[in-house]
């Protein structure tokens, strides 16, 4: 729930609560979060391309596909895929399909037209033509059971954010560190053990530090830390200027400002201690954007025979929520059991919503742990008290702290 700005869909939070209601109790110190051994490529991405591949799967890299054609007809409720036209190594190609050929679209792309600055440069907002989304608006167009993509990618104001890696190279940055997150950053275990938000800051920046070393040939004496702003027009309180205009050298010193560095070591420390990468992203919360039920289309659209759509801007019949690694699972697993006819449920998210003891430890940590105080005076309260002191509903109040 680290991306949710005001203006974003109050559904999505509910789902949200839903989704992850056990983990309510490990807001306070993030200790039920869990993390990959490395970064996301190394732990997850690598392993899995290389798993594919050995299984003969070919990836074709500097190719674009601007549109799929579709047989939609009155008469018949079936649908298909026929061809996907594509820009290959920048010349353009059709590939023709059969109803036997199976097509799985990724529509839409939180990453799409991120752009990567320096320590010296910063990051542009591209608000140019998008692939991902121009593809998904070209299909759109061909029938209304495939959503509507400017609901979410046509808003970059409100979907945009900007982070920054910062690699620490002078061993004074990674004590301040340690000072907040009370824990030795070079120990090979969680530093922060989730983001650190900083109330006070324009940017409403927030800064993170995973197990280290977060990259296998990372030297042992670097820190990478992750760093993003939810507001990157407001003007930085250290650097009186917009995250969005500034180096990656700037965006290090409102983060040692925030880290509480004295301020006249904060120049140099940011010149010559760290090197820093901020990155803008138009769409990343895209898929945050107020919606209706049709807006996504669903993973097999009604009478669809050979395609799908999988990704975070399908409407998956699962009980899963966005902005997550594994919607983007399960959603393919959906297409490909429907599709192929396979006799296997997807396997449901953890059922924590429907198991009271969740709710209760929920309810208690939400409520700072303080007890309800049962309305009326002390004969309302002993005769409330006397239909729960010995059954199991009164045991489990009792037992979450929700009663004395
Ligand atoms: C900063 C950040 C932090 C995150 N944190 C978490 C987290 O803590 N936990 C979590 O579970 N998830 C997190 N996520 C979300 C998660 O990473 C994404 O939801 C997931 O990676 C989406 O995967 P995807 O394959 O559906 O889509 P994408 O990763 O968007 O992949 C789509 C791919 O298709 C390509 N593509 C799109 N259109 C075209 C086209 N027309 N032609 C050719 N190629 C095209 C794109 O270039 C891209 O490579 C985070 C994401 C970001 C950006």
Redesign the pocket.
């Known amino acids: 729930m680290?991306?949710f700005e005001e203006w974003h869909a109050a559904l999505e939070m509910k789902l949200y609560l839903h989704r992850f209601i056990h983990q309510i109790h490990g807001l306070p110190d993030f200790s039920t979060l869990k993390f990959t051994r490395f970064n996301?490529y190394e732990s997850l991405v690598l392993p899995l391309v290389t798993w594919l591949r050995e299984r003969g799967v070919v990836f074709r890299y500097d190719?674009?596909?601007?549109d799929v054609d579709f047989e939609i007809s009155q008469d018949s409720p079936e649908k298909q895929a026929t061809s996907i036209h594509?820009i290959e190594a920048g010349e353009s190609k059709r590939v023709d399909l059969t109803a036997d050929d199976l097509l799985f679209m990724?529509?839409?792309?939180?990453?799409?037209n991120?752009d990567d600055g320096d320590h010296g440069t910063p990051a542009k907002l591209n608000t140019g033509p998008a692939?991902?989304w121009?593809?998904w608006r070209r299909i759109a167009a061909k029938d209304k059971a495939f959503g509507n993509p400017d609901v979410f990618g046509a808003h970059i104001p409100e979907t945009k954010w900007e982070?920054a890696t910062v690699t620490t190279l002078d061993p004074r940055i990674p004590r301040y560190i340690e000072k907040i997150a009370q824990r030795d950053p070079f120990s090979g275990k969680v530093v922060t053990g989730g983001i650190v938000s900083v109330m006070d800051s324009s940017w409403l920046m927030s800064w993170t530090v995973n197990r280290q070393p977060h990259f296998k040939k990372q030297p042992k004496d670097q820190i990478v830390v992750?760093v993003?702003g939810l507001f990157p027009e407001a003007v930085g309180d250290f650097v009186k200027k917009p995250m969005q205009e500034c180096t990656g050298e700037e965006i290090t010193q409102e983060w040692l400002f925030h880290l509480g560095v004295p301020v006249d070591e904060i120049p140099e420390l940011a010149a010559t201690g760290a090197r820093t990468v901020p990155v803008m992203?138009p769409h990343?919360t895209a898929f945050f954007m107020p919606r209706t039920h049709t807006d996504r289309p669903a993973v097999v659209p009604e009478g669809a025979v050979n395609f799908a759509f999988?990704?975070?801007f399908a409407q998956s019949a699962q009980r899963d929520c966005?902005?997550?690694?594994?919607?983007?699972v399960r959603?393919p697993m959906e297409a490909v059991y429907t599709l192929l006819g396979v006799e296997r449920g997807v396997p449901e998210v953890f059922n924590s919503t429907y198991d009271v003891r969740s709710l209760f430890k929920a309810v208690t940590f939400l409520r700072d742990g303080a007890e309800f105080k049962l309305p009326g005076g002390a004969p309302v309260r002993r005769f409330a008290h006397k239909h729960i002191e010995n059954n199991v509903v009164g045991q489990l109040l009792q037992e979450f702290g929700l009663v004395e």
């Open positions: 680290f991306a996301q190719t674009v596909v601007t594509i990724t529509i839409g792309s939180l990453t799409e991120s692939p991902a121009d593809l982070s992750w993003y992203m990343v999988i990704g975070q966005i902005f997550t690694t594994e919607y983007s959603t």
